[in-house]
């Protein structure tokens, strides 16, 4: 690291320190009327802890930083190639429309939008999948709508907030968790479900599971094969234990052409479904929600 992107991230006069030190509480709160006086009062709260955040200019652009926060990791979304192809799409479909006139239940679905959905989800060895504005949203429509009344969802503790926040509005009966990526704890984790739950010990409600590919936080490969090996065993054919699994950090670095960890371990029909995130690797935005069934 040279000394001026040390200074401005560690010297007490650096741009982060100083952003930090100037958190400080509106100074006059009583002029203000109370409806902006109360949302400044609870942003003080935040300032004179220092744990106010807001949009800063992005010093990361400029020649001398370091990049250590951006999701576009292999520098796609700064590609002029793939600039350049994106125009010539459009070139090519000269009755493409910028916007969606509406939801696609009514008039915002189109052949162009139908025929792009079938080619991704082909390129991940899959039935079906659909667009959607992001995976954060992806997988909170997919824990909301996907358990049914007497399911019992086991995920592992270090999935993302966005499964979190899904699961929190699903039906599910039960939400159990086990230790990080510990195939024997899952195992457990199984084996008490079926204990406790004879409907789904005789095919009639389903175990959901949640895992991710890649771990956001600390980058560790998910046992994937293990897991499903675990599954295969315990399932005894009821089909009674599913994957759903976000690839949202592994799309665009493993697999074929990098279709994700799930094609890479040729487990394609062992999921029944996957998320994936167009915002990270493969530097655009965007997420889709997959199917094998």
């Known amino acids: 690291m040279n000394q001026a992107i040390q200074d401005a991230i560690l010297s007490p006069r650096g ?11 509106h100074d006059n709160l009583k002029t203000l009327p109370v409806f902006y006086r109360n949302l400044e009062e609870a942003l003080d709260l935040r300032r004179s802890s220092s744990s106010y955040y807001s949009i800063v200019s992005n ?20 590609s002029e190639a793939r600039r350049a192809e994106f125009l010539a799409e459009f070139d090519r479909n000269p009755g493409f429309t910028t916007g969606s006139s509406g939801v696609r239940l009514m008039d915002g ?8 959905e079938k080619d991704i989800a082909a390129f991940h060895g899959a039935d079906a999948g659909i667009l959607v504005g992001g995976a954060y949203e992806a997988n909170i429509a997919v824990w909301t709508a996907i358990p049914r009344p007497g399911d019992v969802i086991v995920y592992d503790e270090l999935v993302h907030a966005s499964t979190h926040e899904g699961m929190k509005q699903s039906v599910a009966l039960q939400k159990l968790e086990f230790p990080h990526s510990d195939v024997e704890a899952f195992r457990n984790t199984l084996l008490e479900v079926l204990r406790n739950h004879p409907s789904i010990k005789r095919g009639r409600s389903s175990i959901l599971v949640a895992v991710e590919s890649i771990y956001s936080m600390d980058g560790d490969v998910c046992p994937l094969q293990e897991l499903v090996d675990v599954v295969a065993e315990l399932s005894q054919g ?22 994700g960890l799930v094609c890479e371990l040729g ?5 029944a ?13 965007g997420g889709m929600i997959i199917r094998q069934f």
């Not at 487990?267 to 999921?271: A, F, G, Q, S, T």
Request: charged share 20%.
């Open 59 to 78: 010093y990361w652009q400029t020649s001398d930083s370091i990049d250590l926060c951006s999701g576009d990791i292999l520098g796609l979304g700064a």
């Open 238 to 259: 009821h089909g009674n234990i599913q994957f759903i699994v976000d690839e949202a950090h592994s799309v665009g670095v493993i697999g074929p052409k990098g279709a």
């Open 15 to 25: 741009t982060l320190a100083t952003r930090i030190k100037d958190q400080r509480p």
């Open 109 to 116: 679905n189109y052949t162009y939008l139908e025929q792009a």
């Open 267 to 271: 487990l394609e029909k062992d999921i």
């Open 273 to 285: 479904i996957v998320v994936h995130s167009y915002g990270k690797a493969l530097g655009a935005a």
